[in-house]
């Protein structure tokens, strides 16, 4: 718990798929919720999407459109984001956040976070 590394970032056309990974350390991931978060230049960092303990439990947020899932694999510690159809507006770094409780990392306050995978969307 506490340490957060996210990868799967690049460059990106319009229409594409990239699957982020964030792999965190074993001890206690299975019982941590996980989100992800972004944030472009000149923003503020925004939800998009949190995934419960178990994985039964899923969060997106309104500009997602089904266009994302989140994932997560206990024995491997590690989240997953994997994005279709991506969109110029999705260029921003993405972090990964995990807490023990759903609704704080939900609200972006979660205990940990990760470094940020860039992901650019551009033609």
């Known amino acids: 718990q506490g340490q957060l590394v996210e990868s799967g970032g690049g460059l990106v056309q319009p229409g594409g798929s990239l699957t982020l990974s964030c792999i965190a350390s074993?001890?206690?991931?299975?019982?941590?919720?996980m989100a992800w978060f972004r944030q472009a230049p000149g923003k503020e960092r925004e939800f998009v999407a949190v995934i419960n303990w178990r994985g039964d439990l899923l969060d997106y947020a309104d500009f997602v459109q089904g266009r994302f899932t989140i994932s997560r694999d206990n024995a491997k510690s590690t989240l997953y984001l994997q994005m279709n159809s991506l969109k110029p507006e999705d260029t921003a770094a993405y972090y990964c956040?995990?807490?023990?409780?759903?609704?704080?990392?939900?609200?972006?306050?979660?205990?940990?976070w990760g470094q940020g995978t860039q992901v650019t969307v551009s033609s």
């Open positions: 074993p001890r206690r991931f299975s019982s941590l919720a």
């Open positions: 956040a995990q807490d023990s409780l759903f609704d704080r990392v939900r609200a972006g306050v979660g205990e940990y």
